[in-house]
Nanobody, 115 residues
Framework: QVQLVESGGGLVQAGGSLRLSCTAS????????LGWYRQCPGKQRELVVT???????TYADSVKGRFTISRDNAKSTIYLQMNSLKPDDTAVYYC?????????WGQGTQVTVSS
């Protein structure tokens, strides 16, 4: 069983920054894909960004140029640096990873951006 644990959410004013972390219970070398999704109030869960084992990234258009995903293999952790935050970024952010053909999700961390 794989566990993913997010941290770093909170309340921030529009224009501010936050960095989310997601630590896996096993080496992230084993993961073929890792990423972040979010669920805004009243909406379906949506892709924010993914990163492959080879380092290729795919960003949602709404966050391009503002959000950056990175990974620290030694710490089995991925990060989501979020800059120039907007009220529309308010959501529960979920870390996800695929390993051995199965998808795993974290419990989510709340990000609230005030105007």
């Amino acid at each position: 069983q794989v566990q993913l644990v997010e941290s770093g959410g909170g309340l921030v004013q529009a224009g501010g920054s936050l960095r989310l972390s997601c630590t896996a219970s096993r080496s992230i070398f084993r993961f073929t894909d890792l990423g972040w999704y979010r669920q805004c109030p009243g909406k379906q869960r949506e892709l924010v960004v993914t990163i492959t084992r080879g380092g290729s990234t795919t960003y949602a258009d709404s966050v391009k140029g503002r959000f950056t995903i990175s990974r620290d293999n030694a710490k089995s952790t991925i990060y989501l640096q979020m800059n120039s935050l907007k009220p529309d970024d308010t959501a529960v952010y979920y870390c996800t990873g695929r390993v051995a053909g199965s998808d795993y999700w974290g419990q989510g961390t709340q990000v609230t951006v005030s105007s």
